[in-house]
């Protein structure tokens, strides 16, 4: 596999990228998950989208992004900072579940650099259907799709950066807040952010 490219149809609108990106052989990860997870939410001209690191074990299951653990603490950090999720283009940097057996659970890997590669042009497509004024990517393994390997999302959380003529808005990922210590103050400090962000709009 060389990636997502060759499934990529030439200029196609949002239904026939969501329907191409189903049938993608772009890497392996196809063989093992469930089925695609494409983006979902308002298209063209949309304000806001936010961009995940790639389905879990829900959203490979459902067919939907943001629907488990982590798609709850995003709702919920979401309308804290009065955003609603309705009007938020929501999509993954990759889009096909990667996981480990333990048992019969299904552990969440982090996908590797390779694969977040392979997968881009689904990404970039989404971005040109819905040419949002704002991208906020969640967490670093998104950051790090967008912005390059070497960003350092800590050093830039809660900022919009212009990349390639992008505007790209920074902040943790929804796990990573579930997943702290404190979790009242990454909530805090993640509502913080989004609202940030929501003034750059
Ligand atoms: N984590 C993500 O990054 N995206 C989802 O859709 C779900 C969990
Ligand atoms: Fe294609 Fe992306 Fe799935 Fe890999 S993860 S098969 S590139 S849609």
Request: aromatic content about 6%.
């Amino acid at each position: 596999s060389t990636g997502a490219a060759r499934f990529v149809p030439q200029r196609a609108g949002w239904a026939a990228l969501r329907s191409a990106a189903a049938d993608c052989r772009g890497c392996d990860l196809y063989r093992d998950a469930t089925q695609t997870v494409f983006g979902e939410g308002p298209i063209r001209a949309s304000r806001l989208m936010m961009v995940g690191e790639m389905p879990g074990d829900r959203e490979d299951a459902e067919g939907r992004v943001f629907v488990g653990p982590a798609g709850r603490l995003l709702d919920k950090a979401l309308s804290a900072a009065g955003i609603s999720r309705d009007e938020v283009y929501l999509t993954n940097a990759v889009k096909h579940f990667r996981f480990s057996l333990r048992g019969k659970r299904r552990i969440h890997e982090q996908p590797r650099r390779s694969e977040v590669l392979a997968c881009f042009p689904w990404l970039r497509e989404e971005i040109r259907v819905v040419k949002p004024e704002l991208v906020v990517v969640l967490g670093a393994v998104a950051a790090k799709a967008l912005l390059g390997p070497s960003f350092k999302l800590t050093e830039h959380r809660g900022e919009v950066l212009e990349h390639d003529g992008l505007r790209v808005g920074v902040t943790v990922h929804p796990s990573a807040v579930v997943r702290a210590e404190n979790f009242g103050e990454a909530l805090d400090a993640f509502v913080a952010d989004l609202k940030a962000l929501k003034k750059s709009l």
